[in-house]
């Protein structure tokens, strides 16, 4: 069983950014496909954003491509999340989430792909 646990949410001013780390424990972090997604309220939650278990492939929602960047540290079991040129659209909680299946591309990054999640973190961005 994994553990995954978010960091780095808060209260930013639109144009801003921030810094998402999801420390991961309890299963091979570096065999394992890694997401972000986020829940705004009232919406279903939303694929944001992937890394390839072998850090080749990256994806992305068309809405973030540019102003994120999704990247790994496996010496620290660690994803992170740079989300840059903030909107009031990108508020939400977000969460981090490893792939159902070991050695998985990004490429499958469907909610149901992704087996384990973390508790979430608060981003919100003001006007």
């Known amino acids: 069983q994994v553990q995954l646990v978010e960091s780095g949410g808060g209260l930013v001013q639109a144009g801003g950014s921030l810094r998402l780390s999801c420390a991961a424990s309890g299963r091979t972090f570096t065999s394992y496909t890694m997401g972000w997604f986020r829940q705004a309220p009232g919406k279903e939650r939303e694929f944001v954003a992937a890394?390839?278990?072998?850090?080749?492939?990256?994806d992305y929602a068309d809405s973030v491509k540019v102003r994120f960047t999704i990247s790994r540290d496996n010496g620290k079991n660690t994803v992170y999340l740079q989300m840059n040129s903030l909107k009031p659209e990108d508020t939400a909680v977000y969460y981090c989430?490893?792939?159902?299946?070991?050695?998985?591309?990004?490429?499958?990054?469907?909610?149901?792909?992704?087996?384990?999640w973390g508790q979430g973190t608060q981003v919100t961005v003001s006007s």
């Open positions: 890394i390839s278990w072998s850090d080749d492939r990256t």
């Open positions: 989430a490893t792939h159902r299946v070991r050695y998985r591309s990004s490429y499958y990054h469907a909610s149901e792909d992704f087996g384990s």
